[in-house]
């Protein structure tokens, strides 16, 4: 079991990163939907729309946000503050050398859909059949 706790408590810190992002996320496009524009500051969501801006978990400050790449961010593994990427966005894994193992970053609004990322395979009968592609294995 050697290395397992730190593995345990890293996943859990960017599971708890995504979900506080999202809270985020959600406080955001309400604010959006209400003045037509996204804050300077998270700050100006509290306290209609969140009550407190989320910790990032890895450091124990505030979340990030990037008001101009439109996206929520955490400093990630490195501890360092490298503004967001889309490159960071999750993909279903988070791991050793993966951008978003010191870069975990959130859009703010969904992202749009890609058909090359979700394709489905046609059975000879014409039927849908298994899904292929970017997909979690």
């Not at 706790?5 to 890293?10: L, M, S, T, V």
């Amino acid at each position: 079991m050697e290395g397992y706790f730190p593995e345990y408590f890293y996943r859990r810190c960017f599971a708890r990163v995504y979900i506080d992002a999202a809270k985020v996320s959600a406080a955001l496009q309400q604010y959006h939907t209400e003045f037509d524009e996204l804050p300077d500051q998270l700050s100006q969501l509290i306290p209609k729309y969140i009550a407190e801006i989320p910790k990032d978990a890895f450091d124990g400050k505030p979340l990030r946000y990037s008001k101009e790449n439109e996206w929520i961010y955490s400093v990630g593994m490195n501890l360092t503050d490298d503004g967001g990427s889309e490159a960071g966005y999750y993909d279903g894994k988070c791991y050793e050398g993966a951008s978003c193992y010191n870069n975990p970053t959130v859009s703010i609004y969904p992202l749009e859909y890609q058909e090359d990322d979700y394709l489905v395979e046609e059975n000879n009968d014409g039927n849908s059949g298994e899904c292929t592609g970017n997909i979690d294995e």
